[in-house]
Structures are given as structure tokens and as C-alpha cells.
């Protein structure tokens, strides 16, 4: 019997129910997916022997990291995003090692078609969400998204795992961002329910890191206020284990522990800051 998920009375109807094990369509309109997909870089010769992974929204803050890591560890990455075009290729050199597709990771026939496309896929990483007081967005862009991926997982037994990047629960943001956090969790119950011991889950909180603002395509540097924060509310943390204590953490250890959780089979369930910083370090080594 194919497996679902309940709608939850507080989540709209973009999160209705997910029957995992049902046919798709495959095609968008009157052209398939395959059809309208471009593709801007492709990898060197040197990577192409590697593991390959997936990293959907692997242009972004986070998931550019996950794709630079993911590369430098000797992973083959295609990276599949709106625009199919990296956002950081001319100052990064690492970003012309990885292949970029444009999908619509909101339409579950443009995963399936990736996927398919890519069929010696061995791991995903979803890197997809957004920051919004709208919570019918909200829930739409955190949550949706991995939810198709969770389902073409469900479907295809040979890619080994989904690793999610989520968010961690902290009050009193997870009511002022509801929508955001119902649609996270909304992800997460797809894969814990559907695909379970093929699912990481990690649920930073604050990443702080240089972040590119486009536009204007200014550089912020959210080191400046995340590493102080972080020194002050580890040690608080420790004493009072309250959600807004969670301490900040890197971009670059939210990557590594991304990419040390596809390389490992055994690294599963959710993971919190604790175990972020200890599956980052273990990449480390």
C-alpha cells in the first residue's frame, strides 16, 4: 500500500495530502521537462569518475557551500535551480566543476524527470526555503519542494538518501515565519514517515557566513554578528537548553555536515546544533 501523509488542520491546501507510490506525469505543458532544460556548465574531466549528487537550490546561501564541499570532496554535483546558472562562478572557480540544470523543484513531474535523467543519482540534498511572513508562501517554498523529492525517493530505491537542510525550532521566530516552519516540518514528516532510513535531517539555526544580497549584489557579512552571538550563547545554551539559545553556526559547517551525511549511510534522523557541528568535524578529519 503506498504510504501518506495527513494534511494538518493548520497547514493550507498546498500541503494537502502526499500519497508517495503513485504515478506521475511526466511532462510540463506541451513540452517535457527535458525539453526546456538547460544547462550552463559541465564538469571537468578530473571529476567525472565521482559519486554523483544532486543539490536542488545549490545556487543559494547554503546550498553553494553544500555544492563547493560536495565537489572538493570528490562528489560529481549537479546543481538544480531556478535560474540553471551559478550566482558565484566568476569570483568561484569551484563553481565550473559542477553541472547547473533549471527545474521547478514546486513541480513534482520536473523532479521526477531530473531524476530520471540522472538515474545513477546516489544521494540528494534539498537546500530549498525561503524567509517570509506569508504563510501560504511559506509553506510552499520550505516545504513542498523536499516533499517531491521525498516522493521520488519513495519511487526510485537507488538513490541512497535525501538529506534535508531545515531550520531549527526557535520561538518566538517559529510564529512570526509560521508559514516557513509548518511547511519545514511539513518536509520533514514526508521523509521521516515515508523514507525514513534514507533520510538526514539537519536543523541549524542562525547560519552566518558571507552572504551575496542580489539584488544589489552586495556582500554581507554575517560573520560579524553570528561568531560574537555564537561565543555568548554556547556556554548559555549549555546551562539553559532553551530554543532562542541555540547557538549560531557557519555556513561552511552546515555544508561539511551535509556532505558528511551523504557519504554515510549509517548518519540518519535529526540532527540539531550538537550534531551538526559533530558530523562537520567528522568530514574534517
Not at 493550507?12 to 538547460?38: I, N, W
Request: aromatic share 8%.
Amino acid at each position: 500500500m503506498p504510504l501518506s501523509i495527513q494534511q494538518s488542520p493548520s497547514l493550507c491546501c498546498t500541503l494537502c495530502v502526499v500519497r508517495f507510490g503513485e504515478k506521475k506525469r511526466r511532462t510540463v505543458g506541451k513540452k517535457t521537462h527535458s525539453q526546456r532544460q538547460q544547462t550552463f556548465f559541465f564538469w571537468s574531466s578530473q571529476m567525472s569518475a565521482g559519486r554523483k549528487l544532486i543539490v536542488f537550490g545549490g545556487n543559494g546561501f547554503v546550498g553553494s557551500r553544500v555544492t563547493k564541499a560536495a565537489i572538493e570532496s570528490g562528489w560529481k554535483v549537479v546543481v538544480a535551480c531556478r535560474s540553471g546558472a551559478p550566482t558565484v562562478a566568476s569570483s568561484e572557480p569551484w563553481a565550473y566543476h559542477a553541472q547547473y540544470v533549471a527545474i521547478d523543484a514546486l513541480s513534482r513531474a520536473q523532479v521526477n524527470e531530473l531524476l530520471d535523467d540522472h538515474p545513477d543519482t546516489a544521494v540528494v540534498v534539498s537546500c530549498i526555503g525561503a524567509v517570509t511572513t506569508n504563510n501560504v508562501d511559506g509553506r510552499r517554498f520550505n516545504g513542498d519542494a523536499t516533499i517531491n523529492m521525498a516522493a521520488a525517493l519513495y519511487e526510485r530505491k537507488s538513490i541512497k538518501k535525501l538529506v534535508f537542510v531545515s531550520a531549527a525550532d526557535l520561538q518566538p521566530f517559529n510564529f512570526v515565519l509560521k508559514g516557513c516552519y509548518q511547511g519545514k516540518r511539513a518536509a520533514e514528516r514526508a521523509m521521516l514517515e515515508n523514507i525514513e532510513s534514507r533520510s538526514t535531517i539537519l536543523r541549524p539555526a542562525f547560519i552566518y557566513g558571507n552572504r551575496m544580497i542580489t539584488p544589489p549584489g552586495v556582500m554581507v557579512p554575517l560573520g560579524l554578528i553570528g561568531a560574537p552571538l555564537r561565543a555568548v550563547f554556547q556556554p548559555l545554551h549549555r546551562l539553559i537548553p532553551l530554543s532562542i539559545l541555540t547557538p549560531p553556526i557557519s555556513v561552511d559547517e552546515v555544508a561539511n555536515a551535509a556532505v558528511y551525511a551523504c557519504q554515510e549511510s549509517s548518519v540518519t534522523g535529526v540532527h540539531e546544533y550538537q550534531g551538526i557541528t559533530h558530523l562537520a568535524s567528522a568530514l574534517a578529519q
